[in-house]
């Protein structure tokens, strides 16, 4: 049991590329979610999905888009790649237990834009 | 959606409880109190939760005022290992989209 693993795990990318980040869950949830965290500061969602092949926007959505074909993968991607997108960047799922929704968290993508 | 604000830091003597305090004043009903820690950088993880009453788990004890306006996460015997930034988080009950993290409380365990 793997739990939540995310490809890759460091990424360095120049200005106006672009790149998907995989995250894949082994633990049949039903949700996904896609979070950054820049230095020093907390965690800020980026996008999530309640279910296969829906999706919906979190707090800074701006700039990434995301895909959820298949309810074990969530893809983050970064369709222009500028500097402020440099961040660590973080996949967790849970369970939709009403009241529930403890996160696990896989280990991070550092992505560095130049 | 309800805020929390958390001391940045804290210390704490190896083997003593730490108790880690959160303030979340304007918390609504259907809103429970989330605790995760991220220990340097790695992916945080889920501590405990709880809606009005007090729980504990093989990790910690979570105790929530009356009023529900503040809670406070209990390490009764801290280690070494559990220096960390501690999150406290508000997450209502029918919306999963509302998971956002504050700047938390690094907690550093001393010998």
């Known amino acids: 049991n793997a739990g939540v693993t995310q490809t890759p795990k460091f990424r360095v990318l120049k200005t106006g590329q672009s790149m998907t980040l995989l995250c894949a869950q082994d633990m049949n949830h039903e949700y996904m979610y896609w979070y950054r965290q820049d230095p020093g500061m907390g965690l800020r969602l980026i996008h999530y999905s309640v279910g296969e092949g829906t999706t919906a926007k979190g707090e800074v959505p701006d700039g990434y888009n995301v895909s959820r074909l298949k309810k074990q993968n969530f893809l983050l991607g970064l369709e222009s790649a500028a500097p402020s997108q440099t961040s660590v960047y973080f996949c967790?799922?849970?369970?939709?237990?009403?009241?529930?929704?403890?996160?696990?968290f896989g280990p991070g993508t550092r992505l560095t834009v130049t | 959606d309800a805020k929390t604000t958390q001391p940045p830091s804290m210390d704490c003597a190896e083997g003593r409880a730490a108790n880690l305090p959160c303030n979340h004043s304007t918390i609504s009903g259907n809103e429970y109190v989330y605790w995760y820690r991220q220990i340097h950088s790695q992916g945080p993880q889920y501590i405990i939760h709880?809606?009005?009453n007090n729980e504990t788990n093989e990790m910690a004890s979570l105790i929530i005022t009356e009023d529900r306006k503040s809670s406070t996460l209990i390490l009764p015997h801290a280690t070494l290992r559990d220096t960390a930034v501690y999150y406290c988080i508000v997450r209502p009950l029918f919306n999963a989209g509302k998971s956002t993290f504050g700047d938390g409380t690094t907690l550093t365990v001393k010998p």
């Open positions: 709880g809606l009005k």
């Open positions: 967790a799922s849970s369970l939709a237990r009403e009241g529930s929704y403890e996160q696990y």
